[in-house]
């Protein structure tokens, strides 16, 4: 047992991947882990690859992915000896918890625990494991005040980060990035990075760019019926909001309007948790998938325009 200082574990794993079966039939390939103190010294590392029970031969895709061989699956032993390793290795550091990058790993687990048990094998290790693993990566993202989440290999390379060997996508490789994000996040002025605010701007204006197109599209649903004189006299009178506005619902009358072909009237509901306006045919309020909406207005086809000016 070590002393009593605190010390963090982050972790990756690699799984089987290729083929729908593997979506809830993964198994682990391998798994990496940091362990350091809280002042970001490198304890211990580790690295090891195990073999499926269900999938020993890998995909294609799970080959050129992780860059694992054959012949080192094979030759590896099962994960759930691999990850007694691991426990061993939290026991010597008090390590509670491994954290990790994506909310995969935890599921990838489960599916591996799932087969473990199909083959009557023990899993005490893996089930020691998937409890102690925790996703910290909306926590860092919203730390970090990035606009949405950005894949580890994006981020830490704009950390610096080099695998000394591979590629990401290697379990050990992307366990050392996500201790390096950690750690410039918590120790150093990151912001100020010229790459980090680079690869923020750079998904800002990706964001940017993706919204421009889907209002563009939303656009051309909307005014595909063309607009009456009284709507185009209505639309050019509008501020900026309210032609937002008059775009946004006109195009989802539009799209149920082809939706609902033999409908005669539709209606305009809103839902709460999360907050939706859904434009439907009359008869499907009530049922099953849109059953209590907080708000509900009837118009029939032939008359959305004057709803739709109505509503804005």
């Known amino acids: 047992m070590t002393d009593k200082k605190k010390y963090i ?3 990756d794993f690699e799984f089987t991947c290729g083929s729908p079966m593997y979506r809830f039939r993964s198994e682990m390939l391998s798994v990496g ?3 350091c103190d809280s002042s970001y010294n490198i304890m211990e590392k580790f690295y090891a690859t195990s073999k499926p029970n269900r999938f020993p031969k890998l995909s294609k ?17 099962d994960s759930n000896d691999v990850l007694l390793e691991v426990s061993k290795l939290m026991d010597k550091y008090c390590v509670g ?4 990058w994506g909310n995969f790993d935890k599921p ?14 023990n899993v005490d290790g893996i089930c020691r494991i998937c409890g102690a693993v925790r996703d910290i990566q909306d926590e ?3 730390r970090m005040k990035l606009p949405q989440a950005i894949n580890i290999k994006e981020l830490a390379s704009s950390f610096g980060y080099v695998p000394d060997s591979g590629s990401f996508h290697n379990a050990f490789n992307d366990a050392m990035a996500l201790y390096t994000i950690h750690k410039a996040v918590f120790t150093t002025d990151f912001r100020n990075r010229p790459e980090f605010a680079a690869l923020v701007e750079e998904r800002l204006e990706k964001m940017r760019q993706v919204k421009a197109a889907q209002e563009q599209k939303r656009r051309e649903i909307a005014f595909s019926i063309e607009l009456s004189p009284e709507e ?18 006109r195009f989802k009358i539009v ?43 009837y118009f029939a086809k032939k008359d959305f325009r004057k709803f739709l000016m109505d509503m804005v």
């Open 140 to 142: 860092m993202v919203k």
């Open 61 to 77: 895709q799970c080959r050129e992915l992780t860059n694992l061989s054959q012949e080192e699956i094979s030759a590896s032993p």
């Open 232 to 249: 185009q006299e209505f639309f050019d009178s509008l501020d900026d909001t309210g032609k937002s506005r008059f775009v946004y619902l």
């Open 9 to 11: 574990g982050f972790a």
């Open 108 to 121: 990838g687990l489960q599916s591996d625990i799932k087969q473990h048990c199909n083959f009557g094998k």
């Open 33 to 35: 882990v940091v362990i």
């Open 255 to 297: 799209l149920a309007m082809g939706k609902y072909p033999q409908a005669e009237e539709l209606a305009y509901a809103v839902f709460e948790n999360p907050r939706k306006i859904k434009i439907i045919s009359k008869e499907k309020i009530g049922s099953k998938k849109y059953a209590a909406p907080v708000e509900v207005k």
């Open 97 to 100: 918890e491994l954290w990790v």
